[in-house]
């Protein structure tokens, strides 16, 4: 069974660093790109980006490029999602999900599989 | 990137009607990848339908995909109070994969 299991909720300050995890199991981690979802309050789903875990080759949105890292450990099976500097508007529940159906490409990906979400909370 | 409009907004109808969502791209999707997803409150997106109108695992076929180029379609035949949710439709063959605003589903 395919299974993505997220971190914990965090609560940090603005300007605090952080990195959630995403850990995968059922499947070849290192066969099918990992993405990052944002989904802030009441809102809809963004695209952040994605990873290949076997070779850590990284695409981004250029909504989220230079704000976020996307990263995967491959020896223990988890992605990361990490911020030096958080903002207030960073806050919001972020899904890992991944792509598996079909073929494997960095221009073709939507989410299979999900995590279970890790919700960021960024306040004074 | 291409920008996804869906519509409507909201739709509200009764168990056992037939919902039709649409989800239109301001360019052609390429080869049709396109992808649809429902959300219930709490909880992860779940993939329904992928390449415009593949059924993912486990999805049952009163949720139908179709459609090609700019102008693409989810129906759900015969609505069930668990298809009361929010669906998002997702472009996927050109990078950024985006996402259309999406239709909640409610109860009439």
């Known amino acids: 069974e395919v299974q993505l299991v997220q971190s914990g909720a965090e609560v940090k300050k603005p300007g605090e660093s952080l990195k959630i995890s995403c850990k995968g199991s059922?499947?070849?981690?290192?066969?099918?790109?990992i993405g990052w979802v944002r989904q802030m309050p009441g809102k809809g789903l963004e695209w952040m980006g994605i990873?290949?875990?076997?070779?850590?080759?990284?695409r981004y949105s250029p909504s989220f490029q230079g704000q976020v890292t996307i990263s995967a450990d491959k020896s223990i099976s988890t992605a990361y999602l990490q911020w030096s500097s958080l903002k207030a508007s960073d806050t919001a529940i972020y899904y890992c999900?991944?792509?598996?159906?079909?073929?494997?490409?960095?221009?073709?990906?939507?989410?299979?599989?999900w995590g279970q979400g890790t919700l960021v909370t960024v306040s004074t | 990137d291409i920008v996804l409009t869906q519509s409507p907004g909201t739709l509200s109808l009764s168990p056992g009607e037939r919902a039709t969502l649409s989800c239109r791209a301001s360019?052609?999707?390429?080869?049709?990848?396109l992808a649809w997803y429902q959300q219930k409150p709490g909880q992860a997106p779940r993939l329904l339908i992928y390449?415009?109108?593949s059924r993912a695992t486990g999805i049952p076929d009163r949720f139908t995909g179709s459609g090609s180029g700019t102008d693409f379609t989810l129906t759900i035949s015969r609505l069930e109070p668990e298809d009361f949710a929010v669906y998002y439709c997702?472009?996927?063959?050109?990078?950024?994969?985006?996402f259309g605003q999406g239709t909640k589903l409610q109860i009439k």
């Open positions: 999900a991944v792509k598996i159906a079909g073929y494997s490409s960095p221009w073709y990906w939507f989410g299979d599989y």
């Open positions: 059922g499947y070849s981690f290192t066969s099918y790109w």
């Open positions: 990873i290949s875990p076997g070779d850590s080759d990284t």
């Open positions: 360019q052609s999707v390429s080869s049709n990848y």
């Open positions: 390449d415009a109108s």
């Open positions: 997702q472009q996927c063959g050109s990078s950024p994969f985006t």
